[in-house]
């Protein structure tokens, strides 16, 4: 099984609103991650997360405030986002072997987030 | 520093047709590479992956890839398109251990014409 899922599966806030999207899986990887993806594009990474720790913040504003509270949990918090964060949020988890272990990531549905 | 590139933004096909999708890549090592599909507004599954081994890649929904060292090539195949195959296709590059970034190319949209 290589389900991701994620919640909720559209959210519309406002500017001085706080939501949170959440992130599971349970396929024991120890890697998780969120990426931003706008229209027609790529998807961009935001965070990562290696056994739970904070391991890379791609210079992301502080608006957005990720949290692992366990293993299978990922959190992104929102707070006074801008409509140009409207986009679909991707949450992704990898295996995190030891060595020179192959990570592919595993990508959950989207979060469609509008910002008015 | 590592790039992917997807040379073409759309192509359309006829049902039933065969496809190639083009992708190249720049990497210092021996690279991992992945082809994801998207359906609109969904999010990206893994169609395959080649890290080493048969440079011939068999994929799922009758995907194939092939890798080609000399030219910097992983190129997406498939003998016979189905409606359903309409999507965006993203390929990329990974670390070779580690949680790190996918370094992804354009992405090409794929239209099929019945």
């Known amino acids: 099984d290589t389900e991701v899922t994620q919640t909720p599966k559209h959210l519309v806030m406002g500017m001085t609103n706080k939501k949170s999207l959440k992130c599971e899986q349970h396929m024991g990887h120890r890697a998780m991650y969120w990426y931003k993806q706008k229209a027609k594009k790529p998807p961009e990474l935001m965070f990562v997360y290696s056994y739970e720790k904070l391991s890379i913040n791609e210079s992301v504003p502080s608006r957005f405030s990720p949290e692992c509270p366990n293993s299978s949990l990922l959190n992104l918090h929102l707070h006074a986002l801008q409509p140009e964060d409207s986009a679909l949020y991707l949450c992704a988890s990898s295996h995190l072997g030891e060595g020179t272990a192959q990570e592919t990531q595993y990508f959950g549905p989207g979060t469609r987030l509008l910002v008015l | 520093a590592q790039s992917v590139t997807q040379p073409d933004i759309h192509i359309t096909v006829s049902e039933g047709a065969s496809l190639e999708l083009r992708c190249n890549y720049s990497y210092g090592a021996t690279p991992y590479l992945f082809w994801y599909v998207q359906s609109p507004g969904q999010g990206l599954q893994l169609l395959l992956k080649?890290?080493?081994?048969?440079?011939l890649v068999q994929g799922i929904k009758g995907f194939e890839a092939e890798f080609k060292r000399s030219q910097s090539s992983f190129n997406l195949r498939k003998p016979s398109v189905h409606w359903s195959d309409a999507a965006e296709y993203f390929c990329a590059v990974g670390p070779i251990q580690g949680a790190q970034k996918l370094v992804f190319g354009q992405g090409t949209r794929l239209t099929i014409n019945p």
């Open positions: 080649y890290f080493s081994g048969d440079t």
